[in-house]
Protein backbone atom coordinates (compact mmCIF):
# COMPACT_ATOMS: atom_id res chain seq x y z
CA UNK A 1 0.00 0.00 0.00
CA UNK A 2 1.28 3.01 -1.12
CA UNK A 3 0.00 6.58 -1.21
CA UNK A 4 0.20 8.12 -4.91
CA UNK A 5 3.24 10.14 -5.75
CA UNK A 6 5.35 8.63 -2.99
CA UNK A 7 8.74 7.04 -3.03
CA UNK A 8 10.84 5.76 -0.32
CA UNK A 9 14.06 5.78 -2.00
CA UNK A 10 13.36 9.51 -2.83
CA UNK A 11 11.93 10.52 -0.15
CA UNK A 12 13.69 9.05 2.91
CA UNK A 13 12.19 9.04 6.06
CA UNK A 14 13.55 12.46 8.23
CA UNK A 15 13.72 12.11 12.05
CA UNK A 16 11.05 14.64 12.25
CA UNK A 17 9.06 12.46 9.99
CA UNK A 18 9.86 9.53 12.07
CA UNK A 19 8.60 11.42 15.19
CA UNK A 20 5.66 12.64 13.78
CA UNK A 21 4.62 8.99 12.32
CA UNK A 22 5.15 7.48 15.79
CA UNK A 23 3.23 10.71 17.90
CA UNK A 24 0.29 10.09 15.26
CA UNK A 25 0.36 6.20 16.22
CA UNK A 26 -0.07 6.77 19.94
CA UNK A 27 -3.66 7.55 19.82
CA UNK A 28 -4.45 6.02 17.30
CA UNK A 29 -2.77 2.32 18.69
CA UNK A 30 -4.75 3.41 22.09
CA UNK A 31 -8.31 3.60 20.34
CA UNK A 32 -7.70 0.19 18.75
CA UNK A 33 -7.58 -1.55 22.17
CA UNK A 34 -10.49 0.65 23.52
CA UNK A 35 -12.77 -0.91 21.52
CA UNK A 36 -14.95 -3.41 23.06
CA UNK A 37 -13.69 -7.42 21.95
CA UNK A 38 -16.93 -9.06 20.30
CA UNK A 39 -17.52 -12.61 20.71
CA UNK A 40 -20.75 -14.92 19.79
CA UNK A 41 -22.96 -16.29 22.43
CA UNK A 42 -23.18 -20.10 23.73
CA UNK A 43 -26.11 -22.07 25.11
CA UNK A 44 -29.25 -21.78 25.55
CA UNK A 45 -31.01 -18.70 25.60
CA UNK A 46 -32.07 -17.43 29.09
CA UNK A 47 -31.23 -13.63 30.45
CA UNK A 48 -31.44 -11.43 26.97
CA UNK A 49 -30.88 -7.80 26.51
CA UNK A 50 -34.40 -5.94 27.40
CA UNK A 51 -35.92 -3.27 25.49
CA UNK A 52 -35.45 0.43 27.24
CA UNK A 53 -33.10 3.66 27.07
CA UNK A 54 -29.83 3.78 28.99
CA UNK A 55 -27.26 6.34 29.48
CA UNK A 56 -23.17 5.46 30.01
CA UNK A 57 -20.28 7.31 30.81
CA UNK A 58 -17.42 5.92 28.84
CA UNK A 59 -13.62 6.70 30.44
CA UNK A 60 -10.39 5.31 28.57
CA UNK A 61 -7.03 6.37 30.13
CA UNK A 62 -3.73 4.77 28.55
CA UNK A 63 -0.07 5.41 29.85
CA UNK A 64 2.52 4.12 27.71
CA UNK A 65 6.25 4.39 26.73
CA UNK A 66 7.85 4.67 23.13
CA UNK A 67 11.04 3.83 22.20
CA UNK A 68 12.47 4.53 18.53
CA UNK A 69 16.40 4.58 17.39
CA UNK A 70 16.53 8.33 18.56
CA UNK A 71 15.50 7.62 22.23
CA UNK A 72 12.36 6.71 24.28
CA UNK A 73 9.51 9.14 25.68
CA UNK A 74 6.49 8.69 27.51
CA UNK A 75 3.16 9.75 26.88
CA UNK A 76 -0.77 9.29 28.15
CA UNK A 77 -4.03 9.67 25.93
CA UNK A 78 -7.37 10.05 27.55
CA UNK A 79 -10.74 9.42 26.32
CA UNK A 80 -14.07 10.33 27.79
CA UNK A 81 -17.80 9.73 26.15
CA UNK A 82 -20.92 9.57 26.68
CA UNK A 83 -23.68 7.59 25.30
CA UNK A 84 -27.03 7.18 24.78
CA UNK A 85 -28.12 3.44 24.01
CA UNK A 86 -31.92 2.42 23.07
CA UNK A 87 -32.80 -1.18 23.01
CA UNK A 88 -35.59 -2.76 21.12
CA UNK A 89 -36.67 -6.34 19.44
CA UNK A 90 -36.67 -6.16 16.23
CA UNK A 91 -37.58 -9.18 15.22
CA UNK A 92 -37.88 -12.64 16.94
CA UNK A 93 -34.08 -13.38 16.98
CA UNK A 94 -32.85 -9.33 15.97
CA UNK A 95 -32.09 -6.80 18.81
CA UNK A 96 -31.60 -3.36 17.04
CA UNK A 97 -29.49 -0.60 19.31
CA UNK A 98 -29.45 2.69 18.67
CA UNK A 99 -26.24 4.42 19.90
CA UNK A 100 -26.15 8.28 20.10
CA UNK A 101 -23.04 9.63 21.00
CA UNK A 102 -23.46 12.62 23.49
CA UNK A 103 -19.78 13.95 24.00
CA UNK A 104 -16.16 12.84 23.33
CA UNK A 105 -13.39 14.26 24.61
CA UNK A 106 -9.84 13.56 23.88
CA UNK A 107 -6.41 14.41 25.54
CA UNK A 108 -2.68 13.79 24.46
CA UNK A 109 0.45 14.63 26.72
CA UNK A 110 1.66 15.30 23.31
CA UNK A 111 1.05 14.91 19.30
CA UNK A 112 -1.61 16.79 17.51
CA UNK A 113 -5.55 15.55 17.85
CA UNK A 114 -8.42 14.01 15.08
CA UNK A 115 -11.01 16.92 15.06
CA UNK A 116 -14.05 14.81 17.14
CA UNK A 117 -16.75 17.35 16.23
CA UNK A 118 -18.02 15.81 13.51
CA UNK A 119 -18.95 12.61 15.60
CA UNK A 120 -20.84 14.63 18.33
CA UNK A 121 -24.33 13.55 18.22
CA UNK A 122 -23.89 11.50 15.39
CA UNK A 123 -25.94 8.21 15.76
CA UNK A 124 -25.21 4.16 15.09
CA UNK A 125 -27.82 1.69 14.09
CA UNK A 126 -26.59 -1.61 15.08
CA UNK A 127 -28.42 -5.45 14.69
CA UNK A 128 -26.92 -7.66 17.27
CA UNK A 129 -29.13 -11.50 18.84
CA UNK A 130 -30.56 -10.97 21.71
CA UNK A 131 -27.47 -11.66 23.53
CA UNK A 132 -25.52 -9.65 21.98
CA UNK A 133 -23.75 -11.31 19.11
CA UNK A 134 -22.72 -8.43 16.25
CA UNK A 135 -24.80 -8.99 12.80
CA UNK A 136 -24.22 -5.38 11.44
CA UNK A 137 -24.29 -2.08 11.79
CA UNK A 138 -24.84 1.62 10.08
CA UNK A 139 -22.55 4.46 10.95
CA UNK A 140 -22.03 7.91 10.09
CA UNK A 141 -20.01 8.58 7.68
CA UNK A 142 -16.81 11.71 7.49
CA UNK A 143 -15.20 10.91 10.35
CA UNK A 144 -11.38 11.57 10.84
CA UNK A 145 -9.86 7.94 10.13
CA UNK A 146 -7.94 8.01 13.56
CA UNK A 147 -11.38 7.89 14.91
CA UNK A 148 -12.12 4.84 13.11
CA UNK A 149 -11.40 2.78 16.32
CA UNK A 150 -13.78 5.21 18.50
CA UNK A 151 -16.74 4.61 16.04
CA UNK A 152 -16.11 1.01 15.99
CA UNK A 153 -16.27 0.60 19.76
CA UNK A 154 -19.80 2.63 19.84
CA UNK A 155 -20.98 0.18 17.19
CA UNK A 156 -19.76 -2.82 19.02
CA UNK A 157 -21.15 -0.82 22.28
CA UNK A 158 -23.43 -3.58 24.01
CA UNK A 159 -21.13 -6.75 24.97
CA UNK A 160 -22.47 -10.25 24.30
CA UNK A 161 -22.56 -12.82 26.67
CA UNK A 162 -24.34 -16.54 27.47
CA UNK A 163 -27.67 -16.87 27.58
CA UNK A 164 -27.97 -18.79 30.88
CA UNK A 165 -25.63 -16.65 33.53
CA UNK A 166 -25.47 -19.08 36.23
CA UNK A 167 -22.52 -18.69 38.79
CA UNK A 168 -20.05 -20.53 38.00
CA UNK A 169 -20.63 -21.25 34.16
CA UNK A 170 -17.80 -20.73 32.43
CA UNK A 171 -17.09 -20.34 28.57
CA UNK A 172 -14.41 -18.98 25.76
CA UNK A 173 -14.36 -17.95 22.06
CA UNK A 174 -12.04 -17.36 19.64
CA UNK A 175 -12.92 -14.30 16.70
CA UNK A 176 -10.73 -13.06 14.39
CA UNK A 177 -11.82 -9.75 12.04
CA UNK A 178 -10.06 -7.07 10.29
CA UNK A 179 -10.22 -3.03 11.98
CA UNK A 180 -9.00 0.00 10.45
CA UNK A 181 -6.06 1.12 11.94
CA UNK A 182 -4.23 4.39 10.27
CA UNK A 183 -5.25 3.63 6.96
CA UNK A 184 -4.29 0.28 7.38
CA UNK A 185 -6.54 -2.97 7.20
CA UNK A 186 -4.81 -4.89 10.84
CA UNK A 187 -5.79 -8.52 11.12
CA UNK A 188 -6.65 -9.21 14.78
CA UNK A 189 -7.29 -12.64 16.54
CA UNK A 190 -8.70 -12.72 19.84
CA UNK A 191 -9.54 -15.66 22.91
CA UNK A 192 -11.42 -14.75 25.66
CA UNK A 193 -12.31 -16.33 28.78
CA UNK A 194 -15.38 -15.91 30.77
CA UNK A 195 -16.85 -17.35 33.72
CA UNK A 196 -19.57 -16.08 35.89
CA UNK A 197 -18.33 -15.23 39.02
CA UNK A 198 -21.98 -14.44 40.48
CA UNK A 199 -23.98 -11.61 41.43
CA UNK A 200 -23.62 -7.98 43.29
CA UNK A 201 -25.45 -4.83 43.65
CA UNK A 202 -24.61 -1.63 41.30
CA UNK A 203 -26.60 1.35 41.84
CA UNK A 204 -29.36 -0.20 43.44
CA UNK A 205 -29.66 -2.78 40.85
CA UNK A 206 -28.83 -6.79 41.14
CA UNK A 207 -26.40 -7.67 38.19
CA UNK A 208 -24.17 -10.64 37.03
CA UNK A 209 -20.71 -10.57 37.74
CA UNK A 210 -19.11 -11.88 34.39
CA UNK A 211 -15.26 -12.31 34.24
CA UNK A 212 -13.37 -12.29 30.99
CA UNK A 213 -9.66 -12.64 30.47
CA UNK A 214 -8.45 -12.16 26.85
CA UNK A 215 -5.25 -12.43 24.50
CA UNK A 216 -5.11 -10.60 21.66
CA UNK A 217 -3.23 -10.78 18.53
CA UNK A 218 -2.85 -8.35 15.89
CA UNK A 219 -0.91 -7.21 12.55
CA UNK A 220 -0.94 -5.56 9.39
CA UNK A 221 1.28 -3.67 6.50
CA UNK A 222 0.07 0.13 4.87
CA UNK A 223 0.93 3.68 5.13
CA UNK A 224 1.20 6.03 8.24
CA UNK A 225 1.28 9.23 7.15
CA UNK A 226 2.26 8.11 3.44
CA UNK A 227 5.29 6.13 4.48
CA UNK A 228 5.06 2.32 4.36
CA UNK A 229 4.90 0.70 7.55
CA UNK A 230 4.17 -2.87 9.17
CA UNK A 231 2.58 -3.11 12.35
CA UNK A 232 2.70 -6.47 15.28
CA UNK A 233 0.58 -5.94 18.26
CA UNK A 234 0.01 -8.41 21.28
CA UNK A 235 -2.05 -7.51 24.40
CA UNK A 236 -3.93 -9.45 27.29
CA UNK A 237 -7.24 -7.88 29.08
CA UNK A 238 -8.65 -8.55 32.30
CA UNK A 239 -12.06 -7.23 33.19
CA UNK A 240 -15.53 -7.23 34.41
CA UNK A 241 -19.07 -6.56 33.38
CA UNK A 242 -22.54 -6.50 34.59
CA UNK A 243 -25.52 -7.40 33.27
CA UNK A 244 -28.55 -7.65 35.64
CA UNK A 245 -30.94 -10.48 35.19
CA UNK A 246 -33.23 -8.22 32.92
CA UNK A 247 -30.61 -7.71 30.56
CA UNK A 248 -29.64 -4.36 31.34
CA UNK A 249 -25.69 -3.66 30.92
CA UNK A 250 -25.19 -1.47 33.38
CA UNK A 251 -20.95 -1.38 32.70
CA UNK A 252 -17.41 -3.00 32.83
CA UNK A 253 -14.24 -2.29 33.78
CA UNK A 254 -11.02 -3.60 32.72
CA UNK A 255 -7.44 -3.20 31.99
CA UNK A 256 -5.16 -4.07 29.03
CA UNK A 257 -1.25 -4.79 28.43
CA UNK A 258 -0.29 -3.91 25.43
CA UNK A 259 2.93 -3.99 23.37
CA UNK A 260 3.51 -2.23 19.81
CA UNK A 261 5.99 -2.95 17.02
CA UNK A 262 6.14 -0.43 14.38
CA UNK A 263 8.58 -0.99 11.52
CA UNK A 264 9.27 1.27 8.46
CA UNK A 265 9.74 -0.92 6.10
CA UNK A 266 12.18 1.26 3.46
CA UNK A 267 14.50 1.63 6.43
CA UNK A 268 13.87 -1.21 9.22
CA UNK A 269 13.98 1.36 11.71
CA UNK A 270 11.39 0.08 14.54
CA UNK A 271 8.90 2.07 17.12
CA UNK A 272 8.21 -0.08 20.12
CA UNK A 273 5.56 0.97 22.03
CA UNK A 274 4.03 -0.52 25.62
CA UNK A 275 0.23 0.72 26.99
CA UNK A 276 -1.13 0.10 30.13
CA UNK A 277 -4.98 0.90 29.66
CA UNK A 278 -8.06 1.65 31.89
CA UNK A 279 -11.22 1.11 30.67
CA UNK A 280 -14.49 1.89 32.57
CA UNK A 281 -18.30 1.57 31.23
CA UNK A 282 -20.37 3.27 33.64
CA UNK A 283 -24.42 3.68 33.59
CA UNK A 284 -25.86 7.05 34.43
CA UNK A 285 -29.18 8.59 34.74
Known sequence: MRR??????????????????A??????????????????????????YSAGTNKYRVTTTTK?????????ASFEVSIKEQVTVNVMRHTKDTVMATMVLDSLALTSSSGPLPDASKLIGAKWVSLISPTGKFYTTQAPAGADPQLAQVMDGVAHFLPS?????AAGNAWSDTTTGKVSQQGMEVDRT??????????????????????RVTNVKAGGMGNMQGTPVTMETTGRSN????????????????????N?????VSQGAEVNIKQLVQNKVEAIK
Do not use: W
Open 239 to 258: GMFFVTPMGVYLGMSSTDDV
Open 190 to 211: SIANFKVLGDTVIAGQKAMRIE
Open 161 to 165: FRGNL
Open 4 to 21: EGFCPATHPLTKESFFMS
Open 260 to 264: VKITI
Open 23 to 48: RTARLSLALLFATPLVVAPLGAQGVE
Open 64 to 72: GTQTTPAGA
